[in-house]
């Protein structure tokens, strides 16, 4: 987790956009991605961006991707409380030994209020 | 196809005790990993897999052993637990083909040690 960084917390009001930030060390990172987490449950994958784009968009979901900071990010367009939940950002770096191993950031806990 | 489950869901042993979790996966994949989660630390990896047979340490593999005797399933083993390997354990597999390479993860099992 050292080598990605996400900030702990979040709080928007339902129908804002929610913006989740994340920084990565390892320059030769070839996928990013984003995992959401709700209580109790496991790790839902939300969206992947390779390093060769710099955006991706998905419904309500758009990635960003500047390789030069080495800065991710998650926008949520319309937030809605369901979207409440801690939301990992993860690298494969490509550092060979242990190939597709994910490296996770400590998490986002989104707070969504009505 | 159910994915990627785990057995048991929660579990309480007593320091000292032993057992195996068992992580099973229906989508041939090749690639299995064992995650822990603690509060506020992410995700980290304590032993992975890269096909039958094989086995490798993590970034915390202390206390645990695994094996993949068959390709569909990873278990973990605590030898002699201790209340420092209360966790949530996450099962995750995936093709390793770094082309559609997507990691999908079980629904985790939680683990208290007395």
């Known amino acids: 987790g050292e080598d990605v960084e996400q900030s702990l917390f979040l709080s928007v009001r339902e129908g804002d956009s929610s913006v989740i930030n994340c920084t990565y060390t390892?320059?030769?990172?070839?996928?990013l991605y984003w995992y959401k987490q709700e209580p109790g449950a496991g790790l839902q994958l939300l969206t992947y961006i390779f390093s060769n784009m710099d955006m991706k968009q998905d419904q309500r979901l758009t990635v960003l991707l500047n390789k030069k900071d080495k800065h991710l990010s998650l926008r949520i367009a319309d937030t809605q409380t369901g979207d409440s939940a801690i939301y990992f950002c993860a690298e494969i770096p490509d550092r060979g030994s242990t190939l597709g191993r994910l490296y996770f950031g400590r998490g986002t806990q989104l707070t969504v209020w009505p | 196809n159910a994915g990627v489950t785990q057995t048991p869901k929660f579990r309480v042993l007593k320091t000292g005790q032993s057992m195996t979790l068992l992580c099973a996966q229906d989508?041939?994949?090749?690639?299995m990993y064992w995650y822990r989660q603690d509060p506020g630390m992410g995700l980290r990896l304590i032993h992975y897999s890269v096909g039958e047979g094989t086995t490798a340490k993590g970034e915390v593999p202390d206390g645990y052993n695994v094996s993949r005797l068959k390709k569909q399933n990873f278990l973990l083993g605590l030898e002699s637990a201790a209340p420092s390997q209360t966790s949530v354990y996450f099962c995750a597999s995936t093709t390793g083909d770094r082309d559609t390479d997507t990691q999908y993860f079980g629904p985790g099992t939680r683990l208290t040690v007395l």
């Open positions: 989508m041939n994949h090749e690639y």
């Open positions: 390892d320059s030769s990172s070839t996928y």
